[in-house]
C-alpha cells in the first residue's frame, strides 16, 4: 500500500541491518541510503533528511555499541534514537484559558477530535464550549450536538448560516467568559483555494493560540504537503495523529512533523470520546519500525536451537566451566542453524568472535576439529591447558593431521574461553543469556 509506504521501506531498511551476519561501513551506507530515500519519498523535508542521515551515518561508522549489545543491534538503536529526534517532543495542550482551531483534510477526525479535547479540558477543569464553524458538511452541527450532549459541553452554531466566519464571530461573543473554546471547521482539501481563504479567515476572525492540524494514520505521501499548506494558511501549533487504534502505523505523521515543525500533542486512539491519548515518540517510532517484528525474527531463529543442547551450554557457561568439548557442542550447534547470520547475537560476545572470525568455518574445518578431538584424552579434552607442545605432536600424529592444525584448535578455544570469561563478568550480558534461555533453574543457581 503506498501510504504505507515510509513505514514499509524504513521497516525493510531495519531488516537488512538486522540479516547482516556483520556491520560494516558497506551495508551502514546502505543502510543510511535506504533510509534517506524512504524518508525523501514520503516527502520529508530534504534539509532535515539530510541532516538526520549525515547524523545517523557518522554515529553508526563511529559510535561503539555498549557492552553486552551487538553491533546490530546498536546500528537499529542509533537509527530509532534518530528518527524520535525527527519527531521531537510531544506537547500536551495545558489545561489554561485559550481558543483552539481544528483543521485538516475531509473526514480525518475533526469533529471527533474536538469533543475528545472537549472532554478532556472539561475534565480537567476548564469552562469549555464547542464551536460548529463547518458550514459545508449538512449534518455537522448536529454531530457535534450530540458530542456536546454526551460530554456536558455547551455547542454553539447556526445551521442556517453559510459564513463560517460569522459563526466563529458570534461564537466568540456566545462563550464570553469561557476558559477554552474549540472551533471545529470544514474538511478541505488544502490545494483548493475556495477553502483556503475561508480558513485563513476563521482563524483570522478567532486569532487561536492552538491550531492543530488532525491527520489520520493512515495518511501517507500527502501528509508533507497538505500539513505544508495548512502551516503556510493558519501557523499551525501541533499535530493530532488519529485512527492510531487501527493497522496504519502513523508514517505520515513523521513528513508533517517535519514540514511543519509543529509537533503531536495526542493521538486518537478509537471512535469513542475518551479514546485520546497522549503522544508517545518512542512507543510511535517502534511501531513504525515493526521493532517487534525484529524482535520475533530473532526469537525465531533461536528456537531451530535445539533446546536441550542449549541449556547444556547456557549452563556450563554460567558454572564457569568450559571445556574442549563446550566449544565443540556449541560450534556444531551454531552450524547446524543455518541462518546463523541471525543469530551472532544469540550469545552475546560469543557469538559475535564465532560469527565473525569464524563462521566461514566450514564442514570441513568442524570435521577437522571433532577428528582431533577423538585423539585427545579425557583429560585433554576437559582441561586442554594441559596440551603443551609434546602433546600436540602426539595429538597430530594419531589424528592424522598438522601440530598447526591442533594448534588451531587450542587458539580457537582460547579465543572462545576469554569470550566466555568476559561474558562471565559482564552482569547485563549474563543477564541477557538468561534471557535467551528463559531457564529460571539457570539464574536461581548462578545467583
Ligand atoms: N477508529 C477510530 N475512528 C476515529 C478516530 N477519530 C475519528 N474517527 C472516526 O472517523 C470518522 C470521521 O470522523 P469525523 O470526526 O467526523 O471527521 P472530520 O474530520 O470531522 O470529517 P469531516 O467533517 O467530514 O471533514 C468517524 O467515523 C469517526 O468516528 C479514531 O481515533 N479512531
Ligand atoms: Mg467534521
Same mark, same amino acid.
Given at each position: /500500500?503506498?501510504?504505507?509506504?515510509? #513505514?514499509?521501506?524504513?521497516?525493510?531498511?531495519?531488516?537488512?541491518?538486522?540479516?547482516?551476519?556483520?556491520?560494516?561501513?558497506?551495508?551502514?551506507?546502505?543502510?543510511?541510503?535506504?533510509?534517506?530515500?524512504?524518508?525523501?519519498?514520503?516527502?520529508?523535508?530534504?534539509?532535515?533528511?539530510?541532516?538526520?542521515?549525515?547524523?545517523?551515518?557518522?554515529?553508526?561508522?563511529?559510535?561503539?555499541?555498549?557492552?553486552?549489545?551487538?553491533?546490530?543491534?546498536?546500528?537499529?538503536?542509533?537509527?530509532?534514537?534518530?528518527?524520535?529526534?525527527?519527531?521531537?517532543?510531544?506537547?500536551?495542550?495545558?489545561?489554561?484559558?485559550?481558543?483552539?482551531?481544528?483543521?485538516?483534510?475531509?473526514?480525518?477526525?475533526?469533529?471527533?477530535?474536538?469533543?475528545?479535547?472537549?472532554?478532556?479540558?472539561?475534565?480537567?477543569?476548564?469552562?469549555?464550549?464547542?464551536?460548529?464553524?463547518?458550514?459545508?458538511?449538512?449534518?455537522?452541527?448536529?454531530?457535534?450536538?450530540?458530542?456536546?450532549?454526551?460530554?456536558?459541553?455547551?455547542?454553539?452554531?447556526?445551521?442556517?448560516?453559510?459564513?463560517?466566519?460569522?459563526?466563529?464571530?458570534?461564537?466568540?461573543?456566545?462563550?464570553?467568559?469561557? +476558559?477554552?473554546?474549540?472551533?471545529?471547521?470544514?474538511?478541505?482539501?488544502?490545494?483548493?483555494?475556495?477553502?483556503?481563504?475561508?480558513?485563513?479567515?476563521?482563524?483570522?476572525?478567532?486569532?487561536?493560540?492552538?491550531?492543530?492540524?488532525?491527520?489520520?494514520?493512515?495518511?501517507?505521501?500527502?501528509?508533507?504537503?497538505?500539513?505544508?499548506?495548512?502551516?503556510?494558511?493558519?501557523?499551525?501549533?501541533?499535530?493530532?495523529?488519529?485512527?492510531?487504534? #487501527?493497522?496504519?502505523?502513523?508514517?505520515?505523521?513523521?513528513?508533517?512533523?517535519?514540514?511543519?515543525?509543529?509537533?503531536?500533542?495526542?493521538?486518537?486512539?478509537?471512535?469513542?470520546?475518551?479514546?485520546?491519548?497522549?503522544?508517545?515518540?518512542?512507543?510511535?517510532?517502534?511501531?513504525?519500525?515493526?521493532?517487534? +517484528?525484529?524482535?520475533?525474527?530473532?526469537?525465531?531463529?533461536?528456537?531451530?536451537?535445539?533446546?536441550?543442547?542449549?541449556?547444556?551450554?547456557?549452563?556450563?557457561?554460567?558454572?564457569?566451566?568450559?571445556?574442549?568439548?563446550?566449544?565443540?557442542?556449541?560450534?556444531? /550447534?551454531?552450524? #547446524? /542453524?543455518?541462518?546463523?547470520?541471525?543469530?551472532?547475537?544469540?550469545?552475546?560476545?560469543?557469538?559475535?568472535?564465532?560469527?565473525?572470525?569464524?563462521?566461514?568455518?566450514?564442514?570441513?574445518?568442524?570435521?577437522?576439529?571433532?577428528?582431533?578431538?577423538?585423539?585427545?584424552?579425557?583429560?585433554?579434552?576437559?582441561?586442554?591447558?594441559?596440551?603443551?607442545?609434546?602433546?600436540?605432536?602426539?595429538?597430530?600424529?594419531?589424528?592424522?593431521?598438522?601440530?598447526?592444525?591442533?594448534?588451531?584448535?587450542?587458539?580457537?578455544?582460547?579465543?572462545?574461553?576469554?569470550?566466555?570469561?568476559?561474558?562471565?563478568?559482564?552482569?547485563?550480558?549474563?543477564?541477557?543469556?538468561?534471557?535467551?534461555?528463559?531457564?529460571? +533453574?539457570?539464574?536461581?543457581?548462578?545467583?
Amino acid at each position: /500500500m503506498v501510504l504505507e509506504g515510509l #513505514g514499509q521501506s524504513l521497516r525493510n531498511a531495519i531488516k537488512k541491518i538486522a540479516n547482516a551476519s556483520h556491520v560494516d561501513q558497506k551495508l551502514v551506507k546502505e543502510v543510511v541510503k535506504d533510509i534517506q530515500r524512504a524518508l525523501l519519498q514520503a516527502d520529508v523535508n530534504v534539509k532535515l533528511v539530510l541532516e538526520m542521515t549525515k547524523n545517523l551515518e557518522q554515529r553508526a561508522l563511529t559510535e561503539k555499541p555498549p557492552a553486552g549489545m551487538s553491533s546490530r543491534e546498536h546500528v537499529i538503536r542509533i537509527v530509532y534514537e534518530e528518527l524520535v529526534k525527527i519527531v521531537g517532543k510531544p506537547k500536551e495542550i495545558p489545561a489554561k484559558p485559550q481558543r483552539i482551531l481544528m483543521v485538516g483534510l475531509y473526514g480525518q477526525g475533526k469533529t471527533t477530535t474536538a469533543g475528545k479535547l472537549a472532554r478532556d479540558l472539561h475534565k480537567r477543569g476548564m469552562k469549555v464550549g464547542l464551536v460548529a464553524a463547518d458550514v459545508h458538511r449538512p449534518a455537522a452541527y448536529d454531530q457535534l450536538s450530540q458530542i456536546g450532549k454526551k460530554i456536558n459541553v455547551p455547542v454553539f452554531g447556526d445551521p442556517k448560516e453559510k459564513s463560517a466566519v460569522r459563526i466563529a464571530k458570534k461564537a466568540l461573543q456566545e462563550f464570553d467568559g469561557f +476558559d477554552v473554546i474549540i472551533f471545529d471547521t470544514s474538511g478541505r482539501h488544502a490545494l483548493e483555494p475556495d477553502l483556503i481563504s475561508e480558513i485563513k479567515e476563521v482563524a483570522k476572525a478567532v486569532d487561536a493560540e492552538n491550531k492543530l492540524l488532525v491527520l489520520d494514520a493512515q495518511t501517507g505521501q500527502q501528509a508533507g504537503p497538505q500539513a505544508k499548506a495548512f502551516h503556510d494558511a493558519v501557523g499551525l501549533t501541533g499535530v493530532i495523529l488519529t485512527k492510531m487504534d #487501527g493497522t496504519a502505523k502513523g508514517g505520515g505523521a513523521l513528513s508533517a512533523v517535519a514540514e511543519t515543525g509543529a509537533p503531536i500533542s495526542y493521538i486518537g486512539v478509537g471512535e469513542h470520546l475518551e479514546d485520546l491519548e497522549r503522544f508517545d515518540p518512542d512507543r510511535f517510532i517502534s511501531r513504525l519500525l515493526g521493532m517487534g +517484528d525484529i524482535k520475533s525474527l530473532i526469537e525465531k531463529a533461536s528456537e531451530v536451537m535445539d533446546e536441550e543442547k542449549a541449556e547444556e551450554v547456557a549452563r556450563k557457561v554460567m558454572s564457569g566451566k568450559f571445556t574442549l568439548k563446550d566449544m565443540y557442542d556449541q560450534m556444531e /550447534m551454531l552450524q #547446524g /542453524m543455518g541462518p546463523l547470520k541471525k543469530l551472532a547475537s544469540l550469545l552475546p560476545g560469543l557469538g559475535d568472535k564465532l560469527a565473525d572470525q569464524d563462521m566461514e568455518a566450514t564442514q570441513e574445518r568442524l570435521e577437522r576439529f571433532r577428528v582431533i578431538m577423538d585423539s585427545m584424552t579425557e583429560e585433554e579434552l576437559e582441561n586442554p591447558r594441559l596440551i603443551k607442545s609434546s602433546r600436540v605432536m602426539r595429538i597430530a600424529r594419531g589424528s592424522g593431521t598438522q601440530p598447526r592444525n591442533v594448534r588451531e584448535l587450542l587458539k580457537q578455544y582460547e579465543m572462545s574461553r576469554k569470550a566466555v570469561k568476559g561474558f562471565m563478568g559482564n552482569r547485563k550480558m549474563r543477564r541477557q543469556l538468561m534471557k535467551q534461555f528463559k531457564d529460571a +533453574d539457570i539464574s536461581a543457581k548462578d545467583a
